[in-house]
């Protein structure tokens, strides 16, 4: 499979996996602890690209456990599009600070600005995320790339990628 190397990311099957954040390669989602111990949580590339042109994000109950203890696995987000739903869920235990409320009106955001404006949640873990960083995170995608991949578009064996395409109704 070819890699390259674009910026301060790599760039596998047309998906950017930027440099310096921690990757749930299984669940597709990256993690940014931020210089005060917060961690903001999203969708990666592949994530994204595997979901499709997503059209709603919605926060049950998040807003009632903002500033509150929320356990490993409980859902904080669901993203929604045309044939896909799909849960965000804390990796593990920590102080949900805030949702991205902005995705209520942007849900695009998630496949045009995956690293940026499109972040999920954020919340205070009280330990280290036992997620995978650098050349083992790139590594352990470049493995799970090389396997045939299905969206939900019906593309078979190389991914389609969002920001190629003409989404200009942001």
């Known amino acids: 499979m070819a890699q390259t190397i674009w910026g301060d990311a790599?760039?596998?099957?047309?998906?950017?996996?930027?440099?310096?954040?921690?990757?749930?390669?299984?669940?597709?989602?990256?993690?940014?602890?931020?210089d005060n111990g917060v961690v903001r949580l999203g969708l990666t590339d592949v994530g994204q690209t595997a979901g499709g042109k997503l059209q709603v994000v919605s926060f049950p109950?998040?807003?009632?456990r903002i500033g509150t203890e929320v356990p490993a696995g409980k859902t904080v987000a669901l993203l929604e599009s045309a044939k896909w739903l799909g849960p965000i869920q804390l990796p593990v235990s920590g102080h949900l600070l805030e949702v991205n409320q902005t995705l209520l009106e942007h849900p695009l955001w998630v496949n045009l600005e995956t690293y940026g404006r499109g972040w999920i949640a954020a919340f205070r873990p009280p330990a280290q995320l036992p997620w995978l960083s650098g050349e083992a995170a790139r590594d352990a995608y470049a493995e799970?790339?090389?396997?045939?991949?299905?969206?939900v578009a019906g593309v078979n064996d190389d991914f389609w990628c969002v920001h190629c395409n003409d989404w200009d109704d942001l």
């Not at 799970?144 to 969206?151: A, C, D, G, I, N």
Request: proline content about 3%.
């Open 61 to 64: 109950r998040s807003a009632e």
């Open 144 to 151: 799970r790339l090389r396997r045939t991949f299905r969206s």
């Open 10 to 34: 790599w760039v596998l099957k047309s998906c950017i996996l930027p440099y310096g954040l921690l990757y749930d390669v299984g669940h597709d989602l990256w993690a940014r602890r931020e």
